[in-house]
């Protein structure tokens, strides 16, 4: 029975988890779907088309007002990209989303102290700076030139994302030359942004279902001192080295993301690790297995390595600096209580949120349901295997069936359709 109960704690750890992040999930989904119906290329390209002081300014606070979700950020940032922008102004944009939002700093407040919230907002403008200055260096032209064309092909984990999404070629550029009064107030320009944000979930529900289920799982049933046993004690600066450089691992490995990885933060505190890996293993959100698949998917597994290794080191100069600054400061706190997440529903400002936004989720994929009718994309079916969006001029498989044509996004669900059908006859 130990067994069965440690499963359903975990289960039950790893949904709440995901009940901590679900409204900032949507609303990035929600603004990333907007984002690449709505903003003109021309557009992204002079706010954010270099790294220069002027373009990171604009993206650290664009990121600031957007989703602390890291996959809705990674997206959106894809998005960004996809869209002009520079590759390094828009990992910029991610980590300004994910590190300096103001549910994080509550979230960090109430679980962990002022202390910490203070740190993640001293240590993200010095993640932004790293980024803007090591940037040029690490991610080459020809690796940026190559990651833009394969997320503008649409090519990106073998599904093509523009037929998922429904939206033609001819109607993007009408909506992109549409005034922004206009397209704002039209539900078919909402529907369209609708089709994006659904196909992005569509792309992202794997990653999604896995990385808040192993989460659950690691925080129930591996136990905090094998955490602990990680990281050094008692070794003066060595111990702060070693710690912010093995906190972004215990990251990757955890399958925590955004706010998420703060109840487990405050254990690891509770538990003897140093103030700055505490702050790196916080930062690390960006760089656990699931979003590492998602760098794989959008930019290609050479780029995902090096994204890997300049995002460690990034990470982990950050949590040292911060500590040092703070230490300095005589403001790293000296109590190391520990608050986990609930594991039951409360009427607090979560549950409302969550319940707001779902009925917005709601509202937006009756709009991607109904685009056709509203005067959005149109020439798309739906794949009755994936349920994915198809261009029915390109798709890769057709079959017709009893009079009804049916499209697929691959040969292998047009098979698995053919299959089942036959089944379903004998």
């Known amino acids: 029975m130990n067994l069965l109960d440690d499963i359903g704690a ?17 609303l990035g ?16 390209e002079r706010v954010m088309g270099d790294h220069r002081p002027r373009a990171v300014a604009r993206a650290s ?20 990209f996809q869209k002009g922008a520079d ?40 993640m932004i700076i790293l980024l803007a200055v090591t ?52 539900r078919g320009a909402w529907a369209d942004a609708a089709s994006y944000a659904v196909a992005d979930v569509t792309m992202l529900r794997r990653e ?49 993301c955004s706010i998420g990885n703060v109840p ?35 930019y290609g597994g050479r780029l995902t390595l090096r994204l890997l290794f300049w995002f460690w080191a990034v990470m982990s100069t950050a949590g040292l600096i911060t500590e040092l600054l703070f230490d300095a400061a005589g403001l790293i706190p000296n109590n190391r209580s520990s608050t986990l997440v609930e594991t039951s529903f409360h009427w607090n400002y979560t549950t409302f949120l969550n319940i707001a936004f779902l009925a917005l989720a709601g509202y937006l994929y ?7 009718r509203l005067g959005g994309g149109a020439g798309y079916a739906i794949d009755p295997v994936c349920g994915m969006q198809v261009q029915t001029a390109n798709a890769p498989a057709h079959l017709t069936r009893d009079g009804v044509e049916y499209w697929f996004c691959s040969d292998r669900c047009a098979r698995r359709f053919a299959a089942e059908a036959g089944a379903g006859n004998a």
């Open 366 to 372: 009756w709009l991607y349901r109904n685009r056709e």
């Open 10 to 26: 975990s289960l039950r750890e790893g949904f709440f988890m995901f009940w901590e992040t679900l409204w900032p999930l949507i």
């Open 135 to 186: 940037g040029g260096w690490v991610i080459k032209g020809n690796l940026a030139a190559r990651a833009r064309k394969r997320v503008q092909s649409g090519m990106v984990g073998g599904h093509d994302h523009d037929a998922m999404v429904g939206v033609s070629h001819e109607r993007q550029e009408q909506l992109e030359r549409t005034p922004w009064g206009i397209k704002l107030r039209s």
């Open 264 to 298: 487990m933060a405050a254990a690891l505190w509770h538990g003897g690790i140093s103030f700055g890996g505490v702050i790196a293993f916080i930062f690390g959100d960006l760089i656990t297995i699931p979003l590492l698949l998602v760098y794989r998917k959008y």
């Open 61 to 80: 606070g664009l990121g600031m007002v957007s989703s602390s979700c890291s996959y809705a950020a990674t997206a959106m940032g894809k998005s960004l």
């Open 208 to 256: 999604l279902v896995l990385g808040y289920g192993i989460a659950g799982f690691l925080t129930v049933m591996v136990s905090q001192d094998v955490w602990n046993s990680v990281f050094l004690t008692g070794h003066g600066f060595w111990t702060t080295l070693e710690n912010v450089i093995v906190g972004p691992f215990i990251a990757i490995i955890s399958f925590v």
């Open 87 to 126: 590759f390094v102004t828009a990992m910029i944009f991610m980590f300004a989303s994910t590190n300096l939002v103001i549910e994080l700093g509550i979230v960090l407040i109430v679980l962990m102290g002022w202390q910490f919230a203070a740190a993640e907002f001293v240590g993200g403008p010095i």
């Open 29 to 44: 989904f929600t603004l990333s779907g907007a984002v690449q119906a709505f903003a003109p290329r021309e557009q992204m």
